[in-house]
């Protein structure tokens, strides 16, 4: 009883290691399909959910492809990031080896695009920083306030217009120090953002916008996209 429970275990240690092999190996020409179709500048990082592996690669269908890109693999600042997750990916497991796959059919796409304040920060200027505050943003800058240098703190929104992030600057404020009311507005109009999110791939399409401790957070979603050549 003692060999069969020992032989049944090795069976079991090798068929995990076949199973985490062939997932390591479908990950990496994955990730290459992936880089190709969507017409990136890197090889993103990429992990196939779901276990055990095998099952799924033998029916040619992956519940979860799990996708990590960074600004370099978009050809965007540094700082930038999107994790997708493509759901419902079908394509078999000899053609994704064998480097013959046409098309890609997948369900769902759905994710998220990080904008990193930095980035904010230099679209709007020097000298000026973009932060979250609650629900909303918070932006500081300098002005020159009778010969003085002041620090100004600004309250804003984040909002999509189409595919535009637009930061809308409602109020702000000089410290301790009184300035006219229609110098204060034309700073606060200066502060105003509008960037245009890139094109992204798989054709995901610009959803919902949040912020988020380490930059506004863009919600992407897709349904019924094929990753073609």
Not at 172 to 179: H, Y
Not at 181 to 207: M, N
């Amino acid at each position: 009883m003692r060999a069969l429970l020992v032989v049944l275990l090795l069976l079991g240690g090798l068929a995990l290691a076949a199973d985490r092999g062939a997932e390591a190996v479908a990950e990496d020409r994955v990730a290459q399909l992936v880089a190709e179709r969507g017409g990136l500048t890197g090889r993103p990082e990429v992990e196939i959910g779901g276990f055990p592996f095998l099952p799924q690669a033998v029916g040619g269908r992956y519940d979860d492809v799990r996708i990590g890109l960074t600004g370099a693999d978009l050809g965007q600042p540094e700082g930038t990031r999107a994790d997708v997750s493509l759901r419902g990916v079908q394509v078999a497991l000899s053609d994704v080896l064998s480097g013959s796959v046409q098309q890609v059919p997948v369900e769902r796409v759905d994710g998220t695009v990080t904008v990193p304040y930095d980035l904010l920060s230099r679209e709007l200027g020097q000298d000026v920083t973009v932060s979250r505050d609650g629900d909303g943003l918070r932006v500081g800058t300098t002005v020159q306030i009778a010969g003085q240098t002041v620090p100004l703190i600004a309250t804003g929104t984040v909002r999509l217009d189409g595919d535009t992030l637009v930061v809308d600057v409602a109020e702000a404020t000089t410290a301790g120090v009184d300035a006219p009311g229609s110098f204060v507005d034309q700073v606060s109009d200066a502060l105003d953002l509008r960037y245009g999110i890139p094109q992204l791939p798989f054709g995901l399409q610009v959803t919902g916008v949040a912020p988020a401790d380490d930059g506004v957070r863009v919600q992407v979603a897709a349904t019924d996209t094929v990753l073609d050549t």
